[in-house]
């Protein structure tokens, strides 16, 4: 059984930072350390969206266009665990942030490539 539990969130003002936490569990069929990963946010209203992907071993990292320079994704294959470093954050950074875990050892921007997922962690910034 794969599972995934998000962490972090919270409130933070304007221009803040936070960092949120993937913890994964998983089997010997679905090993995290060949899983790409990716976080995804969805604000009310509105769709999942991509925010950062990582691929098995870290050697390539894929960022949104809005969190680029802002945001930064990384991952501990030994601790089974996926990072997203979040600064100067903007009001419009107010979502639900999931992780996910792709079908393959590659990430995706796509939400059909994942097939496992977490129960998201809000994030909310007040300007």
């Known amino acids: 059984q794969v599972q995934l539990v998000e962490s972090g969130g919270g409130s933070v003002q304007a221009g803040g930072s936070l960092r949120l936490s993937c913890t994964v569990s998983?089997?010997?069929?679905?090993?995290?350390?060949?899983?790409?990963m990716g976080w995804f946010r969805q604000a009310p209203g509105k769709e999942r969206e991509f925010v950062a992907g990582?691929?098995?071993?870290?050697?390539?990292?894929y960022y949104a266009d809005s969190v680029k320079g802002r945001f930064t994704i990384s991952r501990d294959n030994a601790k089974g665990t996926l990072y997203l470093q979040m600064n100067t954050l903007k009001s419009e950074d107010t979502a639900v942030y999931y992780c996910?875990?792709?079908?393959?050892?590659?990430?995706?921007?796509?939400?059909?490539?994942?097939?496992?997922w977490g129960q998201g962690t809000q994030v909310t910034v007040s300007s």
């Open positions: 996910g875990m792709a079908k393959t050892i590659l990430t995706s921007r796509l939400v059909s490539n994942y097939d496992y």
């Open positions: 998983t089997t010997s069929e679905r090993p995290f350390s060949r899983a790409g």
């Open positions: 990582i691929i098995y071993n870290s050697a390539s990292t």
